[in-house]
């Protein structure tokens, strides 16, 4: 029998879902924010996540429903899991990627190494963690934050009053002298089986993924996939996982946040492993078994392309490059936002994959 599968949100996450369903013979239906989304290109429902009435209504025209975004709140969840609808991740675990607060609590708690931290509502509390942390910190609303939208250098409570006179908790971390940022992605399913690709680089320009190296220059590796899977099995995560990592100078992780769906630092997989995160983020939900995520070459570069203004909408690539391949989100554009997204694969070395990612990228440019 066809399993059917309804992701909650249009995005392009949810859009990079289409082909793997199509070639497991999967339905996939879509909640999507607009008719022009960008994941539209499946049966598509336009209606608001937030309305337990609409989330009721696409629940319970699919077997099992999974997410695009974080952004569902966890009282309509809650109320459809009691009325027996499935969600894949479950909001028990999709809690500590919605609100930051309650992550670092439970990485605490599971014993994860993380920045240091404090929960603060007020200047008080904020100066009295700065002065505790070198005169700087980093401080961040705990909900509804993506792209570096909701992070901000703090050096003292002015610099946060607007934020402050919400009188919400907010999340006070020490800013990590980290050499590198790292992911970690995997995956697990329903019954317990767990894998995982390579410990990827991801490098951020104004809070913004712009590059991810596969495999990431770090003998952390072992490491790394073993906090992922602590943290799978910890807080019963399933479908995929993405695990933001800070490396230090002394060679020390610290996780920086987790993503309950596939994620940017992923995006190589497509191209670069056996099992791309899009196919494995259905299989884990489907409780199907796991994929293969051994990569099928040893070097693969992920640019993202973000838009440059507001009219170059990046539409339909008719150039074929070698060694690379282009995705186009099916966006209009904006400046900054993430329209597609490169990926070039190498046997040499990652200096190759990443010019010749590079290449590509000018070429879109003329
Ligand atoms: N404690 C920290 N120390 C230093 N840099 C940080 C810290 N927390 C976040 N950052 C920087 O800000 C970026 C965005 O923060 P993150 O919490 O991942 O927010 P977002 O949800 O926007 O991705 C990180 O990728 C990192 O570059
Ligand atoms: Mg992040």
């Given at each position: 029998m066809t399993k059917s599968i309804g992701v909650i949100g249009g995005g392009q996450l949810a859009r990079m879902m289409i082909a793997p369903a199509q070639v497991m013979g999967i339905s996939i239906k879509v909640l999507a924010e607009s008719e022009d989304s960008p994941a539209s290109l499946a049966a598509t429902q336009v209606g608001d996540y937030k309305d337990v009435a609409t989330v009721r209504a696409f629940a319970s025209t699919?077997?099992?429903?999974?997410?695009?975004h974080e952004h569902v709140p966890l009282d309509v969840l809650e109320t459809l899991e009691a009325e027996g609808y499935e969600f894949q991740p479950s909001s028990k675990a999709l809690r500590f990627a919605q609100n930051k607060l309650d992550m670092r609590s439970a990485l605490t708690e599971l014993g994860v190494p993380c920045p240091k931290w404090a929960k603060v509502q007020s200047s008080e509390e904020l100066d009295e963690f700065i002065n505790s942390s070198g005169s700087v910190a980093i401080l961040k609303t705990p909900t509804g934050g993506y792209d570096g939208k909701g992070v901000r250098v703090v050096r003292s409570s002015a610099d946060a009053l607007d934020w402050l006179a919400k009188r919400e908790p907010l999340l006070v971390e020490e800013k990590v002298d980290f050499v590198r940022e790292l992911a970690q992605l995997s995956a697990r399913n329903k019954s317990g089986s767990w894998s995982s690709w390579t410990l990827v680089e991801t490098i951020?320009?104004?809070?913004?993924?712009?590059?991810?190296?596969s495999p990431a220059t770090s003998s952390n590796?072992?490491?790394?996939?073993?906090?992922a899977k602590t943290i799978a099995e910890g807080l019963n995560v399933t479908g995929v996982l993405a695990v933001e990592l800070f490396e230090t100078a002394d060679g020390r992780l610290l996780v920086n946040e987790l993503a309950m769906r596939p994620h940017n630092s992923g995006h190589f997989s497509i191209e670069g492993?056996?099992?791309?995160?899009?196919?494995?983020?259905?299989?884990?939900?489907l409780d199907m078994p796991l994929g293969d995520t051994a990569a099928t070459k040893p070097f693969a570069v992920m640019l993202n392309v973000l838009g440059q203004n507001d009219t170059n909408t990046f539409g339909l690539v008719d150039r074929m490059v070698d060694g690379a391949s282009i995705h186009v989100y099916g966006k209009s554009a904006r400046v900054g936002r993430k329209m597609g997204h490169i990926t070039a694969l190498s046997d040499e070395s990652l200096e190759d994959a990443r010019q010749i990612a590079l290449k590509v990228w000018e070429g879109l440019q003329a």
């Open positions: 699919v077997d099992v429903i999974t997410f695009d951020q320009k104004d809070g913004v993924c712009a590059e991810v190296h590796g072992e490491l790394a996939a073993q906090i492993s056996k099992t791309s995160q899009f196919e494995q983020h259905l299989r884990a939900a």
